[in-house]
Nanobody, 115 residues
Framework: QVQLVESGGGLVQAGGSLTLSCATS????????MGWYRQTPGKQRELVASIGSSGSRNYAGSVKDRFTISRDNAKNTVYLHMNSLKPEDTAVYFC?????????WGQGTQVTVSS
């Protein structure tokens, strides 16, 4: 059974940086597209960044040039490097593994950016 475990969330001041990690198990990681989503109360989960099996990347406009998604296939891990954080980046961040059907989700990790 595939599992996704996020880590690295926390409290940071505006302008600061955080790196989120998502470790996967139970599946072939290197051939899977992966993504990071975020969600705030009362809002839909939104895609922040994605990375294909070939390494191609896509970003939401609100995080482009501040966030970087990367993957380490040897460690079955995907990362989200977040710089120049803003209070509006505060959310629960979820890792997702794309495949046939709906994405597979991790449990989420809270990121709080104080002003």
């Amino acid at each position: 059974q595939v599992q996704l475990v996020e880590s690295g969330g926390g409290l940071v001041q505006a302008g600061g940086s955080l790196t989120l990690s998502c470790a996967t198990s139970g599946s072939i990681f290197s051939s899977s597209a992966m993504g990071w989503y975020r969600q705030t109360p009362g809002k839909q989960r939104e895609l922040v960044a994605s990375i294909g099996s070939s390494g191609s990347r896509n970003y939401a406009g609100s995080v482009k040039d501040r966030f970087t998604i990367s993957r380490d296939n040897a460690k079955n891990t995907v990362y989200l490097h977040m710089n120049s954080l803003k209070p509006e980046d505060t959310a629960v961040y979820f890792c997702a593994k794309f495949g046939p059907g709906s994405p597979l989700w991790g449990q989420g990790t809270q990121v709080t950016v104080s002003s």
